[in-house]
């Protein structure tokens, strides 16, 4: 952790004089729910145990609320500042102001590295490895869709209803959790599947391949479909905190798992009435559940099966390469400098707005090229603008500290540990999707860690075998393992051709799940 964060624990105890109680945030907010509505009563209920677990037994079936989406009240949302002196004051303040100076120059320069590395790359590929792209009509420009930041205008288009919820934390925070069913055809009694995002990314990305979008198919194959977004991702609420104090993004991967990974299937099966809830992960999507899994016993019996598409475990071979490693080699008081304690380069966002989209997706690609190899040899050039008019999306400077700490400095995610000593009557049946030019995570290893993994169709690995196979997710069951020739970490999702590659394996062995 770094030195500049605090626990949600010592927060409170250091603000009595702003929050009257020692109890976590979302208590003040149960004191009197018999008079509330039911839909309310169920979800604050579902956040009411002081522990991670929940009080719920296995065999319990959950009662459905009314449905109708759930809206924090506003007068539910007493959000105030937090009381400092002055020096406390000047002192944030100059912080803040000397990460903007340092990070945008910063941010400039990884620009114009990023655009000659990526031109460069292209460059080649096209006039000399001479790779095949999709057929021209394929690629063409759809005349009458705009270009919008907006994922309902999206599952409007292809005639979907996109129905916003709000989901509250134990700890505060309002998450934006996406209910899509086809016009006028609400879910009676279908399996419900939550599908999670990935780092800097929300839950717009699963509606932008048009008819072949992974969330579309879901609805037409009968699935229940709900999108979820983590904390600060689709607006910055929170039932107490201002986004504008550093508290407010106080939190890493281990408060993704544990708060918001929880609240969103916790919702989602008081909602349905089901007892488990299907889900799909992408990238840092996965690895919150797999974290979660690892420290909440009780989730595995809330999950009917778990699907991980390019799961983020084990790092790739592009920790070793020039602009990661610097940024690994960071200390904590240099980062803390760079970036500051509150959203990771909020510039980001600032110029997400205010440039216009084919530009800021030349650029926002040639970075993303650059650092992660996000290359957009099996998308659709149509698509590309409105993938990043949803990428990248603010998350907090201390997630990406903790991805630093653990994927980039150890080689796996943090709190992810070898010879987990979690007990669990169920195993969840895992299916994994990755590819072989994914150079940002990687998919063999983590399959390796599984008993059985030679049943996958994996090749033969010079490397040693790992210590204590499936010591690290002895909460799983690893059913199935798809290796995809020619994908990188993106392609899972936003490839041309999913629906040959991914969805029919994917939608095989989620109708072999149970969800009672």
């Known amino acids: 952790m770094r030195a500049s964060s605090m626990s949600q624990e010592s927060w409170h105890s250091q603000h009595d004089d702003y929050i009257e109680s020692k109890e976590p945030v979302y208590v003040r907010y149960q004191e009197d729910t018999k008079d509330k509505p039911l839909e309310q009563q169920s979800l604050l209920s579902s956040n009411s145990s002081s522990s991670l ?10 009662e459905p609320p009314p449905k109708i989406p759930y809206r924090v009240p506003k007068e539910q949302r007493q959000i105030q500042r937090i009381k400092r002196n002055v020096v406390q004051r000047c002192l944030l303040n100059v912080q803040v102001i000397l990460s903007t100076l340092l990070s945008i120059p910063f941010l400039i320069v990884l620009v114009i590295l ?14 000399y490895y001479k790779t095949v ?3 021209a009509e394929e690629d063409a420009i759809l005349p009458d869709e705009v270009l919008t930041n907006d994922e309902a205008y999206y599952a409007d288009r292809w005639g979907y209803e996109n129905e916003l919820h709000e989901v509250v934390t134990e700890d505060g925070h309002i998450l934006k959790l996406y209910h899509l ?9 279908k399996r419900p599947v939550l599908i999670g995002h990935g780092l800097f990314q929300c839950s717009g990305a699963f509606v932008l ?7 579309f198919r879901l609805i037409e194959e009968g699935y229940d479909v709900w999108i979820g977004n983590n904390r600060s991702i689709g607006g910055l609420d929170h039932i107490l905190l201002s986004y504008k104090d550093p508290e407010y993004w106080n939190w890493g991967l281990k408060e993704l798992a544990v708060y918001d990974f929880k609240a969103m299937i916790d919702y989602v099966r008081s909602y349905s009435g089901f007892d488990r809830v299907g889900y799909i992960g992408h990238s840092q999507g996965n690895a919150q559940a797999f974290i979660a899994l690892s420290l909440c016993p009780d989730m595995s019996d809330k999950l009917s099966c778990f699907v991980a598409l390019a799961p983020a475990v084990f790092a790739g071979n592009l920790v070793e390469t020039r602009p990661l490693r610097l940024l690994i080699r960071l200390n904590d008081w240099l980062y803390s400098l760079l970036f500051g304690s509150k959203a990771f380069l909020p510039i980001m966002s600032v110029a997400q707005t205010l440039i216009e989209p084919t530009l800021f997706c030349f650029l926002a690609y040639s970075v993303f090229c650059y650092l992660f190899t996000w290359w957009d040899s099996h998308w659709l050039r149509r698509r590309k603008a409105k993938y990043f008019q949803f990428t990248p999306r ?10 630093i700490a653990g994927w980039g400095r150890r080689g796996i995610c943090l709190y992810i540990q070898r010879n987990n ?3 669990v009557q169920r195993k969840v049946p895992l299916i994994v999707f990755y590819g072989t030019a994914d150079y940002l995570v990687d998919g063999e290893q983590f399959v390796r860690t599984f008993e059985g993994h030679e049943t996958h169709g994996l090749p033969p690995s010079h490397q040693k075998p790992l210590v204590a196979q499936q010591s690290y997710f002895p909460m799983l069951d690893l059913v199935h393992a798809e290796r995809i020739d020619g994908y990188e970490h993106m392609d899972t999702i936003w490839g041309y051709d999913n629906h040959i590659t991914t969805y029919p394996i994917l939608l095989e062995n989620l109708d072999k799940a149970l969800w009672k």
Do not use: C, F, M
Not at 54 to 59: E, I
Not at 209 to 215: I, M, P, R, T, V
């Open 53 to 62: 677990s929940s009080d719920l037994s296995d065999s319990q079936t959950l």
């Open 114 to 127: 990023a655009v000659y590395q990526t031109t460069k790359s292209y460059l080649l590929d096209v006039l």
């Open 133 to 135: 792209r999709p057929q």
């Open 181 to 189: 069913y086809k016009k006028g055809a609400p879910p009676q009694d």
């Open 209 to 215: 391949n048009e008819d072949k979008s992974l969330a």
């Open 394 to 403: 603010p998350v907090s400077a201390k997630l990406i500290a903790d991805w």
């Open 421 to 423: 000593p979690i007990k």
